[in-house]
Structure formats: C-alpha cells, structure tokens
C-alpha cells in the first residue's frame, strides 16, 4: 500500500458523526459521488453500504421517486441533496419517496454544504428525518 | 544515496528537562532531515530546534526549509530561539496550517509579538517566507513532501516525506481512533493518505492504553490505538513519538519493553522515539 489520498477530513468526521446518528444520514463528496450512509440509511434502503460502496448520488437518489405532500413529482435538482450540491447552500424538504419495496413514505429531507479551510467545498450531509 | 533522519526533540506537550528525562530527551519536538550543508529540512520547531540551530549555524547552512503540523506551542515555541533566524544570510521557508480565518503568517507572527516576545517579527533579520497548507507538493533535493489535514484540536497536519525509494509520515499530535482506525480502508481514516505504506511512522503515542479514557478528544493517541493505526496503514516501523510529560525515563523504558510484546508475526517491533535517535531512510 503506497501513499494515497486521504478523503477531506471533514468527510472522516462526517462520517464519524453519521456513524453515530440513529437517523438516516448519508454523506457525498464534492464531486456528487455518494461515500457513505449509515445504519439507519441502511434500514431504510434494505441494503448495507458496504455492498452498495460508492455510487454517483443521482443514481441512489434515483432508486426513489419523489413526490410533494400534494402528489406533484419534484424533479431531481429541486430535492435538497441536489441543491446543495448544486446550489452549495443549505434545503429543506418535506415531501414523500417511494421506494423500491412501493411503499409511499412521508419525510423530511434536510441537506447541507461542507465547506472546509478557506471555503474549500468538499461534500454535502443529508440527513432524512421520518415522521 | 541514505537519507539520515534525526529527533532533536520528541516530548509532547511541554519541555521537561531533568535528570529523570536525560535518557529520551526533553526537548518538544523537532526531526531533521538531511539535505546537505547548505540546506536543511525540518519538521517543527518545538524546543529541539534551538539545539538543531546551533548545529545548522556550525555548518554553515543558508536554505532552510521548516515544515509545521501545527501551532500549539511544543510545536512553535524553539522557532523563536532558533540561531538561523537571526542571521540575515539564511533563506527560511516555513509551511503549515493556516486557519480558517488567518494565514500561516499572520498566525505565527503573534507568537513573535508582546507580550509573549520581546521583539515583533519585522525584527527578523532571516529572510522568512510562508505557505499555507494543505497544498501542492513540495518537491527538491530529491525529496517531496506532502500533508493532509488530521485529527488533532485546531488546524493540524501530518507530513509525507519520501526519497523516492522510501518514505517517512510524521504525525507527532494525532488522534485518529476518534474516527475510527479498525475496519476501515487506509483512505478513510484520518493520516492514512500520508501514512499509507509509509517505511517509518513517528506517530503520536503520549498515553498508556489505561490512561487515554480520562483524554479522550485531548488530541492524542495511546501506544494502542499508534500500534492499530501502523497495522491499518500498512506502515513498515512505527516510532512512538511526543512523550507525555510525566513520563520518566524509566516509564519509557517500561513502554518500549511493551511495544516489543504488541508487535505482531513479521512485524518490525515498534521503538521508542529519543533525542538524539538517528535512522536512514533508503
């Protein structure tokens, strides 16, 4: 094993910090690429991580549809992990998924931007909050 | 050609000089890493960098170039003692961490101003140049060098050196247990991109394994967690580095019998870093 990149310490503690959530959280870098969920993603998911490993965040996002409380589909770059990949500012969504099981869930979804040294942006937090 | 490496300083936290700590040292930390006369590489300028001073003015030496992992005092207090830099003939470079609010200027020169020192920084007659970190690679005389950010309180890096046929990481003030070292790949735990692989690690390894409950979040490692930490990386020798300042030479002799025993089938049984202490890198 030569020298290799260490992820952003930011992403190792946010890791740390998901590790030690009970609610469902997941980390992304800063090139949208999903790095990390923790055990209670993985409840909700149906699936560990471990197996899943890193995956392009739209591509996970696209295994649920999206829906708002009133039934109107939200497209991707309106949910808020795309926003604050996208936009680098902190969203805030309450809205419904489907999942691969097709049962309809009602959450609420917060994600934020990590900016690291001098604004340095290096990932994103999500966080989904079930009601 | 081998690149001699030596510890000019290797006590954590603050000096303890003493005839207690004559054995190990009780100079804060400080490692040299040979260039040639004329130039001289160093990483941290904690006390034992006075004494490094005096030996680089003896031989003449003009370029040097100080990389720090962080501020902290043990690991800054030597620079303003340090005999190169009162000679308006030496060229001296200095890396470290910025912070998110201040350069690596602007952060050392207030350790270099009353009323923690007499004299302000335009009093330096060296020339001093800074660069914040983390940033490129630093590349001359054969040697590169690199860091990340690590697990430490404040701004703090862990260094990278390599010859080219070997290589060094330095991470003197770590706590990477804090998120996790077990079951993780070397790329998500915090040192590991430096650490990887590396043929010597000076790791931190101030506390006992039964004293480090009362310290957790202070920053540092138990010789435990550096010998889990070496195992993860696939390091080649691990140096347990930055004593804790209570420790006799005695208790560090008592240390050093018990790395011996946690070395595990095939692995270099970790040493005990001490002032004075000299290895080649090939």
């Not at chain 1, 946010?14 to 923790?38: H, I």
């Not at chain 1, 309106?78 to 309809?104: E, F, K």
């Not at chain 2, 009093?123 to 630093?138: S, T």
Request: negative net charge.
């Amino acid at each position: 094993m030569d020298g290799q990149r260490q992820k952003h310490l930011v992403l190792i503690l946010a890791r740390e910090f998901a590790s030690n959530l009970s609610t469902p959280t997941l980390v992304a870098d800063e090139r949208g690429y999903l790095v990390f969920y923790n055990e209670a993603a993985e409840n909700v998911v149906g699936r560990r991580f471990g197996e899943v490993g890193e995956m392009p965040l739209d591509d996970w996002l696209g295994a649920f549809d999206a829906k708002s409380l009133a039934g109107e589909p939200i497209p991707p770059e309106d949910r808020p992990a795309r926003v604050a990949l996208d936009q680098r500012r902190p969203s805030h969504l309450h809205y419904i998924v489907t999942s691969a099981d097709g049962i309809d869930r009602e959450l609420e979804v917060t994600a934020f931007p990590l900016f690291a040294h001098t604004e340095e942006f290096v990932g994103v937090v999500v966080i989904f909050w079930r009601n | 050609m081998p690149t001699q490496v030596k510890i000019w300083g290797c006590r954590g936290s603050v000096p303890t000089p003493g005839p207690e700590t004559v054995g190990y040292g009780g100079n804060t930390s400080c490692v040299e890493i040979a260039l040639t006369d004329d130039a001289a590489l160093v990483l941290d300028a904690g006390t034992g960098i006075r004494e490094l001073g005096f030996e680089l003015a003896r031989r003449g030496t003009r370029r040097i170039y100080l990389f720090l992992t962080h501020l902290h005092l043990d690991h800054l207090e030597g620079l303003r003692f340090f005999a190169p830099l009162w000679s308006p003939d030496v060229t001296l470079d200095v890396w470290g961490p910025c912070s998110p609010l201040f350069s690596l200027r602007e952060r050392i020169v207030r350790a270099f101003s009353p009323p923690l020192f007499p004299l302000d920084f335009r009093d330096v007659p060296a020339e001093v140049r800074f660069h914040d970190l983390p940033g490129e690679r630093w590349e001359s005389h054969g040697l590169s060098v690199s860091a990340d950010l690590v697990l430490h309180p404040g701004p703090t890096l862990g260094y990278r050196v390599e010859t080219g046929a070997s290589s060094l990481a330095y991470l003197p003030d770590h706590e990477p247990v804090l998120a996790g070292i077990t079951g993780r790949s070397a790329d998500w735990i915090s040192g590991g991109g430096v650490a990887a692989g590396a043929h010597v690690v000076l790791h931190d390894a101030q506390y006992l394994d039964e004293e480090y409950e009362a310290k957790i979040g202070w920053g540092h490692s138990s010789v435990g967690d550096a010998v889990a930490f070496y195992r993860a990386v696939e390091a080649g020798r691990l140096v347990l580095f930055h004593h804790e300042p209570q420790r006799s030479d005695r208790a560090l002799e008592s240390i050093g019998a018990r790395a011996q025993e946690l070395a595990g089938p095939g692995e270099v049984p970790p040493v005990v870093a001490r002032e004075g202490m000299v290895f080649e890198l090939a």
